[in-house]
């Protein structure tokens, strides 16, 4: 959503941007021929040349909805989380839930510690017993 006023911003950073570019390229361009300079300064002016465009298309965009009236208004809506805390407020006290959790622990009886099974016997040796 574009805001008011930001088109002029925007188309000037574009006429940055692609002036910018436009002396990259010509670095590229006095670059011996041959040279894999030209490639990376050509390249760059490219990126360039892209972004200028992004900046003209955001910047007109953003114009044209200023010029028809279209601009985008400010949000006025409350979010959701807003309205259900405008709606009730909470009796839930959560010291009390703790001490009644607290209360209830301490009531209840610990179960005593689990007597350990005797150890098994002993085998003393492998395969059938012998009669």
């Known amino acids: 959503m574009a805001r008011r006023g930001m088109g002029v911003s925007s188309i000037v950073t574009g006429f940055g941007f692609y002036f910018l570019a436009r002396r990259i390229e010509l670095l590229g361009d006095l670059s011996p021929i041959g040279s894999e300079a ?3 300064y050509h390249s760059a ?5 892209v972004i200028a465009l992004v900046a003209f298309l955001r910047g007109g965009l953003a114009a044209f909805r200023t010029i ?3 601009a985008a208004a400010p949000a006025r809506k409350k979010s959701r989380m807003a309205e ?6 909470s009796s839930f006290d959560a010291d009390a839930a703790l001490a009644r959790y607290m209360q209830q622990n301490r009531s ?6 689990p007597i350990p099974a ?14």
């Open 84 to 89: 259900i805390a405008d709606e009730e407020i």
């Open 108 to 113: 209840e009886p610990r179960p005593a510690a």
């Open 45 to 49: 002016a490219l990126a360039l040349i």
């Open 68 to 70: 028809t009236g279209r």
């Open 38 to 40: 030209r490639l990376g």
């Open 118 to 131: 005797p150890p098994a016997p002993v085998r003393t040796g492998f395969g059938r017993k012998a009669v």
